[in-house]
């Protein structure tokens, strides 16, 4: 069974850059959209950006398109979430989750379906 663990985090000034890491366990990423979601203090879960399984498509919220960059090297199974010119806004913990294709209905443009959760990493951008 897959598991996700999140790396990365950190507190960061305004303009600067965290990169994410997502590391599987149990299966191969391989058969499994990839999405980020993050949740601020006080806030509900938003879901930020994913990416399908055979790597040709992505989407991302609109408030972090040419800012963030998600993508997956399934040989190492980890996914990456690459986030550049970060916001105090951006603050918030930040998981990756993971949908089998074929088996969950996942949508991932929306962020629904997913079903494997790693525990988060928390991202705080302050000066």
């Known amino acids: 069974q897959l598991q996700l663990v999140e790396s990365g985090g950190g507190l960061v000034q305004p303009g600067g850059s965290l990169r994410l890491s997502c590391i599987g366990s149990?299966?191969?990423?391989?058969?499994?959209?990839i999405a980020w979601f993050r949740q601020a203090p006080g806030k509900e879960r938003e879901w930020v950006t994913c990416?399908?399984?055979?790597?040709?498509?992505?989407w991302y919220t609109d408030s972090v398109k040419g800012r963030f960059t998600i993508s997956r090297d399934d040989a190492k199974k980890t996914v990456y979430l690459q986030m550049n010119s970060l916001k105090p806004e951006d603050t918030a913990n930040y998981h990756c989750?993971?949908?089998?294709?074929?088996?969950?209905?996942?949508?991932?443009?929306?962020?629904?379906?997913?079903?494997?959760w790693g525990q988060g990493t928390q991202v705080a951008v302050s000066s």
């Open positions: 989750a993971a949908a089998e294709e074929g088996k969950s209905g996942y949508v991932c443009n929306v962020g629904t379906g997913f079903n494997v």
């Open positions: 990416k399908d399984s055979s790597d040709w498509l992505t």
């Open positions: 149990g299966s191969n990423l391989e058969n499994y959209a």
